[in-house]
């Protein structure tokens, strides 16, 4: 029973304590996460023992499963009251002060250059995701529920970043306030599959038929291919999709080259690059390859690594929805590692895992 006036019972908590009925509380707020389990960072199996609880403790357990302020910041949306009869702790923190209190030690360190070592290949670059410094005000100025292009402009400087990675989660947001434009902010990720497979394929088959080529050889080259694509990936989410900005029309071009994603990581609708865009670099990486000399187009090597580029780039937008949509159990662990990885990205530390189909790269250049 809930009583809306005295809080929520907790002998009523302690009943939603399944996948299909999940409730938690923390600091004695009360959250109905049972849509978000399957999302969660860290799987759903690690939530299991503790749903219908009070999970303070755990929330803040570095050796389980430590928690950033960006992951505090989340719960908002899912706060269904309070837990009757809870009295602030006098003898120690609450989560959110907890949290607060280590990010801000964190950067102490990093600024006094106690982090030198662990940072070097990043180039003690700021992660957005662990600075909680952006102005209340700002904070307060930006409304989620309205168009978010003309909004852009409130965020000067680097706010802007600290402020998409401040407020990480979000279901969905508005883009535009012209309706008709909206419509084309949103498409199914499955698109993919329509418009890459006949490319991969008929690439794939135009390289075998050249004059000196064959099946064996062309395979060969298209594995070469698809590994080159961990690489162009990491090197396109590292240093495209998290240059820095703090000009308006930077902020208004990261916005929607990777903004929308950080902003809102479970909105199955934009979760793949728009339609126009991959065919716009479809076409362009054609004209490329077409203009490969005679000499390789008749081994029929630019073909066969078109497709297996290609092939990369279709696996990394499935990867990528199953890292934020599904919950597979029967995958290999390193999925779920991998997985994991990626989902500390957008709610840990955005300054580290940035391969998505491999983190090859991430060891390469330290950044795991």
């Known amino acids: 029973m809930i009583d809306s006036d005295q809080g929520i019972l907790s002998s009523e908590v302690k009943k939603h304590n399944e996948k299909s009925d999940a409730w938690v509380v923390i600091d004695g707020q009360v959250y109905d996460i049972t ?23 755990v929330f803040i357990d570095g050796q389980l499963h430590e928690h950033s302020l960006v992951a505090y910041n989340m719960l908002k949306q899912y706060s ?13 923190p609450t989560v959110l002060e907890y949290i607060k209190n280590q990010q801000k030690l964190k950067q102490e360190k990093q600024k006094d250059g106690a982090d030198i070592k662990n940072n070097n290949n990043n180039n003690n670059k700021i992660s957005y995701t662990s600075d909680n410094s952006i102005d209340d005000k700002i904070l307060n100025s930006i409304d989620v529920n309205k168009a978010m292009v003309p909004q852009l402009r409130l965020l000067e400087g680097k ?3 600290k402020w998409i990675h401040s407020q990480t989660g979000l279901n969905k947001i508005i883009i535009f306030d012209n309706s008709f434009l909206e419509l084309f902010t949103r498409w199914p990720w499955w698109y993919i599959f329509i418009l890459w497979i006949p490319i991969i394929s008929a690439c794939f088959i135009y390289s ?19 590994f080159m694509w961990s690489l162009i990936e990491y090197i396109l989410h590292r240093f495209a999709f998290h240059l820095e900005t703090s000009s308006y029309w930077g902020n208004f071009f990261h916005f929607f080259i990777h903004g ?9 609708t934009r979760l793949t690059f728009p339609p126009i865009f991959s065919v716009l670099i479809g076409l362009g990486a054609y004209k ?7 000499n390789l187009q008749i081994t029929g090597i630019p073909w066969a690594l078109y497709s297996g580029i290609a092939c990369g780039y279709m696996l990394y937008d499935t990867f990528h929805y199953y890292f934020h949509h599904a919950d597979i159990e029967w995958l290999p662990t390193i999925f779920k590692t991998i997985k994991t ?3 500390n990205h957008h709610f840990k530390d955005d300054n580290r895992n940035y391969g998505v189909t491999s983190p090859i790269f991430d060891y390469v250049f330290g950044t795991i």
Not at 35 to 57: A, Q, T
Not at 208 to 226: D, W
Not at 288 to 294: E, V
Request: net charge negative; hydrophobic share 40%; aromatic share 12%.
């Open 35 to 57: 849509s978000f389990i399957y999302d969660h960072p860290g799987g759903s199996d690690i939530l299991v023992e503790h749903l219908g609880k009070d999970i303070s403790d």
């Open 288 to 294: 490329l390859f077409s203009n490969f000399p005679d």
């Open 208 to 226: 075998i038929v050249q004059e000196k080529s064959s099946v064996l050889f062309s395979t060969i080259i298209f594995f070469i291919g698809l």
């Open 260 to 268: 929308i994603h950080h902003l809102t990581p479970m909105d199955h």
């Open 341 to 343: 990885n990626h989902l």
């Open 80 to 92: 269904i009251g309070q837990l009757a009869g809870y009295r602030k702790p006098t003898s120690k």
């Open 159 to 161: 706010n802007y970043l």
